[in-house]
């Protein structure tokens, strides 16, 4: 898609002189401000989906977002650790704030309870569903960045600075599950065989890796991250077999800097 751009500049006294120049590409594009329309790496604008403010805290950054069965939806936020519940009438509430300052990662059990991720130096945390919590696990970690459950309610946990993937049972021991020798493992999300995807940092990998912690790469991208993945599901049918990443173009993690 090619948009011509038409513009009368107005001379004192001397009518008006018209000028054209032409935005076609994707990096064009990215010059600008999106409202409403969504685009693609070819360059290609559509109509965006509608979107709307469901609950608006006031804090800087949300960095986290999970949801349970209830269609609650919990938001981790940043810089003062706070965890927010926003119930289906868009009424919110804080419910948690950690000793941390970034809530990278959230994930909700089978039982309801939410598992909390906090950052830098961080633990998890559980947040039961009466509203008590503790703390869950150390993993002696500078980021838990994503966290994600398997079908026998064991939780892992992805991290950096040193790219390591933790397993942890539900009493809350943790054993290492995977290292990718990456840098970062920002994302994690299983396939309906249970084997474990994960994105990486700062080589762009997704590694595929079974229960028994065999790994290879499933895909390796142009871009230095690999910031989320997720599987297309099929309503009734859960995951289906497409896989979506989202890529980041820029090293965001350069220099330590989240």
């Not at 032409?22 to 409202?35: I, N, P």
């Not at 309610?153 to 992805?158: C, H, I, K, Q």
């Not at 871009?223 to 077999?241: F, R, S």
Request: charged letters at 20%.
């Amino acid at each position: 898609m090619i948009l011509a751009i038409l513009i009368l500049v107005a001379r004192p006294a001397a009518g008006a002189d018209t000028a054209f120049w032409q935005v076609g590409s994707y990096e064009d594009f990215l010059q600008g401000t999106l409202q409403d329309v969504s685009l693609n790496r070819e360059g290609r604008l559509r109509l965006a989906p509608e979107s709307r403010a469901v609950f608006s805290p006031d804090e800087t950054l949300a960095l986290a977002l999970a949801t349970d069965k209830n269609k609650n939806i919990y938001i981790g936020t940043g810089h003062q650790g706070k965890v927010f519940k926003v119930d289906p009438s868009g009424k919110g509430s804080l419910i948690f704030t950690a000793r941390e300052p970034e809530i990278f990662a959230l994930a909700v059990a089978a039982d309801g309870a939410l598992y909390v991720g906090s950052s830098p130096e961080g633990k998890i945390y559980r947040v039961a569903p009466d509203g008590k919590s503790a703390e869950f696990a150390d993993l002696n970690t500078k980021y838990i960045w994503a966290l994600a459950f398997d079908a026998k309610g064991n939780l892992f946990a992805s991290t950096g600075d040193q790219g390591k993937i933790f397993k942890i049972d539900s009493s809350g021991k943790s054993e290492l599950f995977f290292d990718s020798k990456q840098t970062h493992v920002m994302c994690l999300t299983f396939d309906r065989d249970g084997n474990l995807l994960a994105g990486s940092v700062p080589n762009g990998l997704i590694f595929r890796i079974t229960p028994q912690a065999k790994a290879f790469v499933l895909y390796q991208s142009s871009y230095p991250e690999i910031h989320d993945v997720a599987l297309e599901t099929i309503k009734g049918h859960g995951p289906a077999g497409y896989l979506m990443a989202l890529e980041v173009i820029a090293e965001r993690l350069a220099g330590g800097d989240g």
